[in-house]
């Protein structure tokens, strides 16, 4: 069988209880449909279950784990075609500093190989608003062709700024170019770096934004919309964020409220390692905070949010943390595993 949940399934005896843990996630054998390069460095893969199985159904911003086969790592790609047809769409950017992901799939992968895929997942989702502004930089305009389609259907008024190094590299530009003047192009060759004071320097009480990009984009987009009504910036990043200050790592007790164990947190080792020793296996992929897949729930105490996941309204909440990087400010946090 290609097609199922990933099951992890974990009995842990403590005293005289027995807590069995399950996790569940959608996981399947998917064939390479169609490969094609859409822009100087970037492939296109249209992905269709083996089997003839349905595919999940997923919304705009949302992102599967590509699982290559030997040693490339499993990567996080976001989903770029419609949301109502049988197969999956990516986009891949080669990476000159790949540990083996993007390489493998420009030098071996072909049309009518069998990869495995799990997810889709989405935390980066489409919010209703009346109005957006979509901000792209380079391989971070793949979630936003699925936004721009979902605002189109919905009726919003939007409009799209869209940056590259040059033309040639900017992927889809022939599917962008159907939006009319809602699509400004702006190889960074021609024009230079893309205008944020002139789009973000006027905050909205309607407008959201939405960007996704690299990493100076991102930083430059933040800082720009700082004035924003809370919650209007919504952000996606394929690396995770640079801290804001020193970071210090101290140790802590972490409480599963299941399974009434205790575990002890050094400061040299992160929580999901600790949790994996004890027997709990919680589905995780990035392990540096990027692809939100380790999110657990916290029921008491306050974590130390490290993720490049959550909103910062979302950190405030203190209601769940990604036990892949982030730790705990408290003595003691009490999880719901």
């Not at 003839?52 to 790609?77: K, M, N, V």
């Not at 008491?300 to 769940?320: F, I, M, W, Y």
């Amino acid at each position: 069988m290609t097609t199922d949940p990933a099951e992890h399934i974990d009995t842990l005896q403590h005293k005289t209880t027995s807590t069995t843990v399950m996790a569940r996630e959608f996981e399947a054998d998917v064939r390479v449909e169609e490969k094609r390069e859409v822009a100087e460095g970037v492939v296109m893969l249209s992905l269709r279950s083996v089997g003839g199985h349905s595919l999940p159904s997923w919304t705009a911003g949302a992102h599967i784990d590509l699982i290559l086969p030997g040693d490339a790592p499993t990567r996080q790609y976001s989903l770029c075609g419609s949301t109502v047809e049988h197969t999956y769409r990516i986009g891949i950017l080669r990476d000159p500093n790949s540990r083996g992901g993007s390489s493998y799939v420009y030098d071996k992968l072909q049309t009518g190989d069998v990869i495995r895929i799990r997810g889709p997942r989405n935390h980066f989702a489409l919010n209703d608003s009346p109005r957006y502004i979509f901000i792209a930089g380079g391989i971070g305009i793949t979630p936003i062709l699925a936004m721009i389609t979902e605002a189109q259907k919905a009726g919003a008024e939007w409009q799209l700024v869209y940056g590259g190094r040059m033309r040639s590299s900017m992927a889809f530009l022939d599917e962008l170019a159907v939006y009319g003047d809602r699509v400004s192009i702006q190889p960074q060759d021609e024009v230079g770096l893309l205008d944020l004071d002139s789009l973000l320097d006027n905050p909205q009480s309607d407008t959201l934004v939405y960007c996704c990009g690299p990493e100076p984009l991102l930083a430059a987009v933040e800082q720009r919309c700082t004035a924003w009504p809370s919650g209007s910036l919504h952000l996606e990043r394929f690396a995770p964020k640079a801290p804001a200050g020193p970071i210090t790592n101290v140790t802590f007790e972490v409480v599963l409220a299941q399974s009434d164990l205790t575990l002890h947190v050094p400061a040299d080792r992160p929580v999901l390692d600790v949790l994996e020793d004890a027997g709990i296996h919680i589905l995780s992929s990035c392990r540096e905070g990027t692809c939100g897949t380790c999110e657990v729930k916290v029921l008491e105490g306050e974590p130390d949010h490290r993720d490049s996941v959550l909103t910062e309204e979302e950190q405030k909440a203190n209601d769940c943390m990604m036990v892949c990087v982030s730790r705990s400010r408290s003595k003691r946090l009490v999880l719901d595993l």
